[in-house]
Nanobody, 125 residues
Framework: QVRLVESGGGTVQAGDSLRLSCAAS????????MAWFRQVPGKEREFVAA???????IYADSIKGRFTISRDNTKNAIYLEMYNLQPEDTAMYYC???????????????????WGQGAQVAVST
C-alpha cells in the first residue's frame, strides 16, 4: 500500500508561481513512476506531468514550458513547480504513483494505481 500526501496548494494571482509537494510512504519512489494530474468539478481528471524512475519526464502540451516535475529520492517525494500560473490552471491537483500500464498510457488516469487526496490551486485574475 502506498500513501501519498500533497501539500503546497493555495490561492495566487495570474503570473505567480507555486510549488506542490507529494510525500510518499509505503513504497520507495526510486522504483516507481510518479505523476501529477488535475481536475475541475464536472470534468475528467487531466494529465499534467509524469516522471519515470530513469529521470525521464513527460508533460501535457497545455502546461509545457511552465511546469516542471521533479523527484527527490532521498525524501521519497515529488514536486511540481508551476510558473506563470493562469486562471485556467485552477484545479485540484493530485499526485499519482505506480503506473500499471505501459509508459504509453501515462496520460490516462486509469493507468495509475495510487492517488493522494489532492491540493487545491486557485488562480485569480
Amino acid at each position: 500500500q502506498v500513501r501519498l500526501v500533497e501539500s503546497g496548494g493555495g490561492t495566487v494571482q495570474a503570473g505567480d508561481s507555486l510549488r506542490l509537494s507529494c510525500a510518499a510512504s509505503g513504497r520507495t519512489i526510486t522504483t516507481t513512476a510518479m505523476a501529477w494530474f488535475r481536475q475541475v468539478p464536472g470534468k475528467e481528471r487531466e494529465f499534467v506531468a509524469a516522471s519515470r524512475t530513469s529521470g525521464a519526464t513527460i508533460y501535457a502540451d497545455s502546461i509545457k514550458g511552465r511546469f516542471t516535475i521533479s523527484r527527490d529520492n532521498t525524501k521519497n517525494a515529488i514536486y511540481l513547480e508551476m510558473y506563470n500560473l493562469q486562471p485556467e490552471d485552477t484545479a485540484m491537483y493530485y499526485c499519482a504513483a505506480l503506473l500499471v500500464g505501459g509508459w504509453g498510457s501515462t496520460s490516462s488516469a486509469g493507468s495509475w494505481q495510487y492517488w493522494g487526496q489532492g491540493a487545491q490551486v486557485a488562480v485569480s485574475t
